[in-house]
């Protein structure tokens, strides 16, 4: 399977060049719009690259979490949240499946609770990665809307007061002894994501990236220093009926690949009062339910699982 690379550059050349009415009538867009459905429904997955969020903004952000971890972990806890209250809200720097991670929810506002990181350069620069991550994702469902015949404002209101959260994982360096009886290690193992959209920020330097073509094989994903990872979730999935693909993906390790990882997701969600009713005329109808009511029954919509498998099974 061959993972689609897109270019934003002719969007913000647009959007430079146009006022808003006919941004969204414009040949170049029309045709980026198509590029993204067309990625949308048959990977799931694509590359982005001219995404508008500037290089030295991610290197910081890179430079910042790899500090952070280096730091003693009672540190980073230390007057780190306020209240226990917000759902939305939490930190996680303790050994897990996937190697420490830490995870925040919406950095201002939407119903958090105040929060401080330990260092104040970190605090800076995640908030603004995040701030630009938050447009980033607005565009793109823009994008979304334009690309499925829909009005460019579709998602708007979806995506007043969302709950996306970013999280920065890292995933240790591992020994030649981790290799002596296996060629591979898992290091997160086969998922797909719950929301709307993710946007990865991935090590540079270090591949594992990888996700489950047609035929039920993998492909690696190892994207330029300054690309972006894109892929849906399974809420954009049930949204339009399965027509676009929440593709199973995960992370391992090879002995060419061992090396500590860094990897910064974004995971886009749209609030939990948005009502999922069906996006697109030919993918039928279902029953109608919020945002909210899918990610607190998410397993109950597991099913559409079966029906991707059914329609890549037509498509080989």
């Known amino acids: ?61 890179r430079k910042e979490c790899t500090a952070f971890f280096k730091r003693p972990p009672q540190s980073n806890v230390l007057g780190m949240v306020s209240s226990t209250d917000s759902r939305f809200l939490w930190l996680d720097h303790v050994p897990c499946d996937d190697g420490p991670a830490w995870s925040l929810g919406p950095v201002h506002g939407r119903g958090s609770m105040p929060w401080q990181l330990d260092q104040e350069e970190f605090a800076t620069v995640w908030t603004a990665y995040y701030a630009e991550v938050e447009k980033l994702v607005a ?70 990236l990888e996700i489950c073509d047609k035929d039920g094989g993998w492909t690696s994903i190892q994207p330029q220093r300054h690309a972006l990872v894109v892929n849906l979730g399974e809420l954009l999935q049930w949204w339009t009926g399965g027509k676009w693909l929440a593709t199973p993906h995960r992370v391992l390790a090879r002995p060419d690949s061992a090396g500590e990882r860094l990897s910064c997701p974004y995971f886009g969600l749209v609030n939990r009062e948005t009502l999922l009713q069906p996006l697109l005329a030919e993918s039928g109808n279902h029953e109608g339910i919020t945002a909210g009511e899918f990610l607190q029954n998410h397993e109950r919509y597991r099913a559409l699982a079966a029906l991707t498998e059914e329609r890549w099974q037509l498509l080989r």
């Open 1 to 61: 399977m061959k993972v689609p690379e897109i270019s934003l550059k002719s969007f913000y050349k647009a959007e430079a060049d146009s006022n808003l009415e006919d941004l969204w009538s414009k040949s170049c867009v029309r045709e980026l719009a198509e590029e993204l459905r067309n990625a949308c429904e048959e990977v799931g997955f694509f590359v982005l690259t001219d995404h508008g969020i500037c290089d030295a903004l991610m290197e910081s952000l």
């Open 139 to 208: 565009r793109l469902m823009s994008l979304f809307a334009v690309a499925m015949h829909l009005p460019a404002t579709t998602f708007d209101s979806a995506l007043k007061n969302h709950r996306s959260s970013m999280r920065a994982i890292l995933y240790p360096e591992l020994a030649e002894a981790d290799f002596e009886q296996t060629s591979e290690v898992i290091r997160s193992p086969e998922h797909t994501d719950w929301g709307c959209v993710t946007v990865l920020l991935a090590d540079p330097e270090v591949s594992g």
